[in-house]
C-alpha cells in the first residue's frame, strides 16, 4: 500500500530560524515527490515539484531535497516568517499507466514572534 | 484568469439534506480532482475527470455522492442525504495534461467547507 508519513507532526519555531521537516513514502512506481503549503482554512499551494533525477529544489527560502534511494525528502524553511505559519504537505506521485497521488497527513508549522 | 474558484465557500446544512458543490478550473486545464479534507488530515482522493470522462472514483464516494463534469469545463460534486461524516473541506484542483496519463501540477481551490448539523 502507497504511503506518506510526514514528520514531526507540528513544530512551533521562532521568527528568524531555519527549521527542517521530513517526508517518508514508500510509494511505488515512484515519479515525482511534491510539497504543499496550506493555510489554515485555505487550499493547498505548490511549494516544489521533484522528480526522480531532481535531488535538491529551491523557491525562495524553501529548499526541498529528496533521497529516492532511501525514499525520504526534507523541507528546509531558511529565515522563518510569521506567514510561514501553515500546515506543509508532503504529496508523492505513483505513474503505472496513469498517475495516483498519495498525500501525507502534513506538518502543522507555527512561527512564532 | 484567477485561478481554481469554488463555491460556495461555506455550507451548514441539517443532515439528510442534499448539497451541491461547484468548481470551476483553470480554464486552459482539462483535469480536474475532488478531495476531502478532514481537520488534521491530508487531502483524500474522491475522483478525477479527464475532460468530461470520470476516469478515477475512490472506495470514498458513496453512492450518496455523485460528481459530474458535463461540457469538460465546470463541475459539480454533489451528497444526497448528508451525514454528520460528511463534514470536511471539499477541495477541487485541476491540471493540464504532462505528458502520458502522469500528473501535471496540481492548482487547487480554495475548498468548500461543509458543516452537517
Known amino acids: 500500500k502507497n504511503q506518506v508519513e510526514q514528520s514531526p507532526q507540528s513544530l512551533i519555531i521562532l521568527e528568524g530560524k531555519n527549521c527542517t521537516l521530513q517526508c517518508n513514502y514508500t510509494v511505488s512506481p515512484f515519479s515525482n515527490l511534491r510539497w504543499y503549503k496550506q493555510d489554515t482554512g485555505r487550499g493547498p499551494v505548490s511549494l516544489t515539484i521533484?522528480?526522480?533525477?531532481?535531488n535538491t529544489k529551491s523557491n525562495g527560502r524553501y529548499t526541498a531535497t529528496l533521497d529516492a534511494d532511501t525514499k525520504q525528502s526534507s523541507l528546509h524553511i531558511t529565515a522563518s516568517q510569521l506567514s510561514d505559519s501553515a500546515s506543509y504537505i508532503c504529496?508523492?506521485?505513483?505513474?503505472?499507466?496513469?498517475?495516483?497521488?498519495?498525500f501525507g497527513k502534513g506538518t502543522m508549522l507555527l512561527v512564532s514572534p | 484568469d484567477t485561478g481554481v474558484s469554488q463555491n460556495p465557500r461555506h455550507k451548514i446544512t441539517k443532515r439528510g439534506q442534499n448539497v451541491t458543490f461547484r468548481c470551476d478550473p483553470i480554464s486552459e486545464h482539462n483535469r480536474l480532482y475532488w478531495y476531502r479534507q478532514t481537520l488534521g488530515q491530508g487531502p483524500e482522493f474522491l475522483t478525477y475527470f479527464q475532460n468530461e470522462a470520470q476516469l478515477e472514483k475512490s472506495r470514498l464516494l458513496s453512492d450518496r455522492f455523485s460528481a459530474e463534469r458535463p461540457k469538460g469545463s465546470f463541475s459539480t460534486l454533489e451528497i444526497q442525504r448528508t451525514e454528520q461524516g460528511d463534514s470536511a473541506m471539499y477541495l477541487c484542483?485541476?491540471?493540464?495534461?504532462?505528458?502520458?496519463?502522469?500528473?501535471?501540477?496540481?492548482?487547487f481551490g480554495e475548498g468548500s467547507r461543509l458543516t452537517v448539523l
Open positions: 504529496v508523492v506521485s505513483a505513474y503505472s499507466g496513469y498517475s495516483t497521488l498519495t
Open positions: 484542483a485541476s491540471s493540464r495534461s504532462s505528458g502520458g496519463s502522469n500528473t501535471g501540477e496540481l492548482f
Open positions: 521533484m522528480t526522480f533525477s531532481e
